[in-house]
């Protein structure tokens, strides 16, 4: 009994750190629907502040004072940082498609990475103890930590303040009237720009309080923005998207789980949180108290998209031309390129998958990593322990992340935006904590090695010609879909949803089918790369693999399928020459920015509108 | 008090407003008629700068206001009350109002919510319901009241009686010769001539964004063919 009852208030002492960083995130989203992904970076931001802090302050202002000044003062400077990214950053990208914020908040991530690196290093701080609560209490003869005590007790306040200035005050007013129509807030003289930088520094201060707040627990490391956008996801997805009080229930909900799972089933931990998550989602799509977005209500804004076309002569002759040199490179190039192209082609193959669902399908998937990592480990159990031939292992990769998909996308399909964006990442966790932690059929972190193709295929020159002969039959047979009648049909359900149900589409069956088919795709990218390297590691499915290829078809150019081809070479070249440098993330997470700002429509969009305008290209005529 | 000078908007490619020019003096009341797509929500967007027109002067009070920021020119004392009413369906109707909430102005009407709930009782008798409970014309008379809590000095109805029962547009009539009489000046979109008639001392006729006539009712009735080829009777 004291030891259930002393695992329990240990989990609601958790639940405090993560609720702040929740609820942070929870309001920015709330008024101006971004999905902040660097809220994790300014909850890491909070504890190397605080450490900093707490070694400075208590010298001068007396232990007491000095700890929680310190704790004080760290949320005003991460709010301050907060607001410097809104106004930098977010501003000048309010109107585009939510892919792009997204994008930048990524952009976001890696730069605060690296400055972090390079202000505090890269060893991990220990944090301070908190004066006058170093010992424990005895409750039911267990030792509680004061600390934890202290922690219980204050987040229900946190949470009353937290209601009353949303529901009481003319700020929390304001917030919610600009959650439903920030135009007309502004036509009626409220200036809205400084709301959002407002609400936007608060969420960022927020995750900076629970930031310090954790330090007695623990302290400030580099993995701590990564580590917490799991669960954080999880709890708003569970709560709400926007529900302050849903964050906090989910808070306590998984905060608590995660404790009895740590001494119960120590090998579960973090697939339980998604485990929990999934049953939610099934009776209730937008988590315990969210409210169901009225479509069209944030829907895409921005230009009308111009209709893909099939190629014209000029692009199969270019199209034709690249295959012909590529076929060729064998003859001429040294072992180190051919390495570096087969990577290229296979996250290339990846990238088209993705564009496939997100171009064409209008499905902001973030977890997409889940399927090419999910056909690697497919194709890799395979040989390991049933002894699988390569080309059956081979086949099986593409299958295996096709149910994958399957499975995914019924939970995910029925939600759009960003609420499909987190879930897809929720997922993709979820299969990547199977991997990490399932060590007896996985093994975990030591990865499955001796995955190496059939002697006929051995080598590195046959091993390319048979990437480059999948990967361009993958990636030409995805354009043929788009321009298939079932393509046809999910670009209809992308620009309008309602319209396509008019004319007799089955919107969510298309979109589902599609899901599936970019998820086998993926899978086939997956197969192709696991007998590559000879070997797969959980970190195929990690966040920033999904992102990596997000990254790429947002540079490439969301509305081309062959941007996505031009992104991954772009990125594969950029990152063999970036990650010579130390702070080759601040390089990429500004690069990543300015194309966000400057060049929308990535590279491929942009060269097209260059040519345009000299006149190379003609107009709208353009081709993919 | 408002001057517009040759003001040209643009939806896209789609031209909306072509040259068009008119004046609205203080105190006065002036009906903007029009069919439907005639462009008189683009006039009025175009004046409150939600639609920033691609050339032309808007000037209020002596000031121009072409691109300057919407909120900015809801400050300086033009109240706008969208056609689609475009109220906040999750807050209630006193928190609505708390939204339009602007400091007093010199030498514009002051409104408290009190005054405000004499002249729309049934603001009053909903005060603490959520914004969704409201019927069509109780959201209109909210909007109005919104955006008169704002104190301005120039009113900007966008067709408020579309879409509402007969005996509300009646009572919406009465309210809005009260705020003129608070010395308000109203510019008023309409398709229904006869309620234009009863609230405005003047009409300005626009079709296909080119303004076709201006001038008083009178001078309208004198010439029925431009009513009836510019107006849906």
Known sequence: MGFFFAQLLTGLSNAAGLFLVASGLSLIFGVTRIVNFAHGSFYMLGAYFGVTLMGILPDYLGSHVGFWGSIVLTGVIVGLVGALVEIVVLRPIYRAPELFQLVATFGVILMIQDLALMSWGAEDIMGARAPGLRGVF?????????????????????????????????????????????????????????????????????????????????????????????????????????????AFIASVIISVLNVFGVTYMPQSTLVLMFVVMAIVLIFRPYGLLGKEEVAGEHGQVGAPEAPIRPFGRTGRLAVTGLLAVLALLPLVSDPFLLVLMTDIIIFALFAASL?????????????????YGGGAYVAALLVTYAKAPMEIAFIAAPIGAGMLALVVGWFCIRLSG???????????????????????????????????????????????????????????????????????????????????EATGINVKRVQYLAFALAGALAGLAGGLFVFAKGSVFPTELEIGKS????????????????????????????????????????????LIIAVVILAPEGIVGSARRLGERLGLIKRAEAEE | ??????????????????????????????????????????????????????????????????????????????????EDRRIFTALTVLENLEVGRQPAREGAPHWSVEQLFEIFPNLHERRNQLGKAMSGGEQQMLTIARTLMGNPSLLLLDEPSEGIAPVIVEEMARAILRLKAQGLTVMISEQNLHFARVVADRAIIIESGEKKFDGTFAELEAHPEIRDAYLAV
């Open chain 1, 138 to 246: 005895r409750i039911f003869g267990e030792p509680i930590p004061k600390y934890d005590i202290v922690l219980i007790c204050i987040t229900p306040f946190i949470l009353i303040a937290l209601w009353w200035l949303i529901a009481k005050t003319r700020l929390g007013i304001l917030v919610r009237a600009a959650t439903q129509d920030r135009e007309m807030v502004g036509a009626l003289g409220v200036n809205q720009r400084w709301l959002f930088t407002g609400v936007f520094a608060l969420g960022s201060a927020l995750a900076g309080w629970g930031g310090a707040l954790q330090l007695p627990k623990g302290g400030a490391d580099l993995l701590m923005d990564m580590n917490i956008i799991g669960p954080l996801f999880v709890v708003v997805v569970i709560g709400g998207m926007g529900s302050l009080p849903g």
């Open chain 1, 418 to 500: 960003v609420y499909l964006a987190m879930l897809t990442l929720a997922f993709s966790q979820l299969v990547w904590s199977l991997a990490f932690q399932w060590r007896s059929v996985t093994r975990g972190d030591d990865g499955l090695i001796n995955i190496w193709p059939s002697d006929w295929l051995s080598g590195q020159v046959p091993y390319y010609y048979f990437t480059l002969v999948i990967g361009a039959a993958g990636i030409l047979f995805l354009r043929h879909v788009i321009h298939a009648p079932f393509g046809y049909a999910l670009r209809a359900a992308r620009d309008s949803a309602r319209q396509a």
């Open chain 2, 1 to 82: 008090m408002l001057e517009l000078e040759r003001v040209n908007s643009f939806y896209g490619k789609a031209h909306i407003l072509q040259d068009l020019s008119f004046s609205v003096g203080r105190g006065e009341v002036v009906a903007l008629l029009g069919r439907n797509g005639a462009g008189k929500s683009t006039t009025m967007k175009s004046i409150i700068q939600l639609v920033r027109p691609k050339s032309g002067k808007v000037r209020f009070q002596g000031t121009e206001v072409t691109g300057q920021a919407a909120y900015r020119v809801a400050r300086a004392g033009i109240g706008y009350v969208p």
């Open chain 1, 547 to 590: 992102f990596d290829a997000l990254i790429v078809v947002f540079l490439g150019g969301i509305k081309t399928l062959s941007g996505g081809v031009v992104g991954a070479a772009f990125m594969a070249t950029v990152e063999d020459w970036l990650t010579r440098m130390e702070y080759w993330r601040l390089m990429l997470g500004m």
């Open chain 1, 355 to 371: 564009h496939f669902i997100l171009g064409a399908g209008g499905l902001t998937s973030f977890g997409h990593a889940a399927f």
